[in-house]
């Protein structure tokens, strides 16, 4: 006994500093956020806090969302799998399904592994955080705050932070100019849509002050050094050919992580980058062991191969049904729309009421005034195949699926993503008619509820819209 109370003890120590020393892993998720900050080159937008984020750790030029739209992506990132591939592509499905093949929510291996998992929302972390997934799930966190854990326990923790997700959200301390403001170039340059921009920067930068002060209370409670902190959005921007499409606006998201000791300051990586990465890593940095079935990869396993192909989901989003997929290499990225019938300027009620430029684009194209390239959105339909020079045509307006001298490109990449789609998708179950119909109906409660917080009804013109919009957006 003298012998083994002495081991049993020191057993018992060294576990306990184990314990103690497993990094917390914190994500912080910003709701429909594009690369519009200052560490991504911006310079009309105020992201101090954010851009002293990708200081201290790494930054990645090139990640992407695997969905254009909240609860596909958010769905994708708990489990760190496709959308298809947890059966989880359409937009908040009331047909949800528990997972295939013993595919988990990641807040299982945490637990398993003695972590306390929590979501919270940045603005009163009290109250639960965004959750939005697609698919069946029991109880997936401990609470809503990590400060609710044993002492010394390590954490899982999200925050979810709202903006710069519509409405937006005024920052008085430091309005954007829209005048000033360089309104992206996959946009016709009008007022209205640079009063828009303007209000989504400012948005951005609130979404920067929650930013900041997640931060500071890391520092007050002394856990920084411990703590690995991811920030990303979960899908891209928030505008009209952005959110729910597969362009780049609709999947390129900031990432930036902080893990003190750990990884260099102010590092800017170039490899392409997927957010089902952000789970396997953020597994494997709190040392516990990858499921085999899981399609994310370890960005900082020692024999990790950068990616050589990034893929987009898009299926029914709200009433606006579809079904488009994408592959891209970094250099070419091809669309495949599988329902070219559905044009992209299809009703959504969501965009109508929450877009000026939804109803702008309308509006101009009846009067002739929406020049191209930009009214070839308002095309009847889409091309099957659509295949993009991102290096020379970063916004994604000449087509090259036709172009004889980038077939063997095209038949590479569709090539590519045939194979893919055929593993991705193999758990996949298409929504039934009735189900379809139960969707419709919910978005045209939720734009009739829209339309009447604005003092418009469901079938107001299009000008009263536009004159609403002005009135809102050309306020002193």
């Known amino acids: 006994m003298k012998v083994i109370i002495p081991i049993l003890l020191l057993g018992l120590t060294l576990l306990s500093c184990q314990r103690r020393e497993q990094p917390n892993v914190l994500w912080i998720i910003s709701d429909d956020l594009g690369v519009e900050l200052g560490c991504y080159g911006n310079t009309d937008v105020k992201t101090p806090f954010i851009d002293k984020l990708a200081t201290e750790g790494i930054r990645y030029e090139r990640a992407f969302a695997t969905a254009p739209i909240c609860s596909p992506s958010r769905s994708s990132l708990i489990t760190g799998m496709y959308p298809s591939s947890v059966n989880s592509q359409d937009h908040r499905t009331i047909a949800k399904t528990h997972p295939a093949d013993g595919i988990r929510p990641v807040t299982d291996y945490f637990r398993e592994a003695g972590y306390f998992c929590t979501n919270g929302n940045a603005k009163e972390m009290s109250k639960p955080g965004k959750e939005d997934y697609n698919f069946l799930t029991g109880n997936l966190y401990d609470a809503t705050d990590w400060s609710q854990r044993r002492p010394g326990q390590p954490f899982f923790a999200q925050v979810q932070i709202f903006q710069p997700h519509r409405p937006f959200t005024d920052d008085p301390e430091n309005p954007v100019c829209p005048d000033s403001i360089h309104l992206p170039a996959c946009y016709p340059d009008v007022p209205l849509l640079r009063a828009d921009w303007a209000k989504y920067l400012e948005s951005v930068q609130s979404a920067d002050k929650q930013v900041g002060a997640i931060l500071e209370r890391l520092d007050a409670e002394g856990l920084s050094d411990n703590t690995i902190v991811f920030f990303f959005g979960d899908n891209g921007r928030p505008h009209l050919r952005d959110k729910q499409f597969l362009y780049e606006g609709g999947l390129k998201v900031p990432l930036m992580i902080r893990w003190p000791g750990k990884l260099p300051k102010g590092k800017v990586y170039d490899q392409l980058v997927s957010l089902v990465d952000v789970t396997a890593t953020s597994l494997a940095a709190a040392g516990i062991p990858l499921p085999g079935y899981m399609q994310g990869r370890d960005l900082f396993g020692e024999n990790t191969s950068p990616r050589r192909y990034i893929f987009g989901f898009r299926q029914r989003s709200g009433e606006a049904d579809d079904d488009i997929r994408s592959v891209t290499d970094g250099k070419f990225k091809l669309i495949w729309n599988r329902m070219p ?16 430029a939804y109803t702008l684009y309308f509006q101009m194209y009846h009067e002739g005034k929406l020049e191209q390239p930009y009214a070839q959105f308002m095309a009847p339909q889409k091309p099957e195949v659509e295949l993009y020079d991102l290096e020379n045509d970063p916004d994604e307006f000449r087509n090259l699926a036709g172009d004889i001298a980038f077939e063997k490109i095209k038949q590479q990449l569709f090539t590519t993503l045939q194979d893919s789609l055929a593993v991705f998708e193999k758990n996949m179950i298409a929504e039934q008619p009735e189900v379809y119909e139960k969707a419709k109906e919910g978005a045209a409660v ?20 536009i004159q609403k919009w002005e009135s809102i957006l050309f306020q002193q």
Do not use: C, H, V
Not at 341 to 356: L, R, V
């Open 446 to 465: 939720n734009f009739k509820k829209g339309m009447e917080r604005w003092g418009l009804n469901a079938a107001s013109s299009d000008e009263e819209i």
């Open 341 to 356: 019938e559905t044009p992209w300027m299809q009703m959504s009620g969501y965009k109508k009421s929450a877009y000026p």
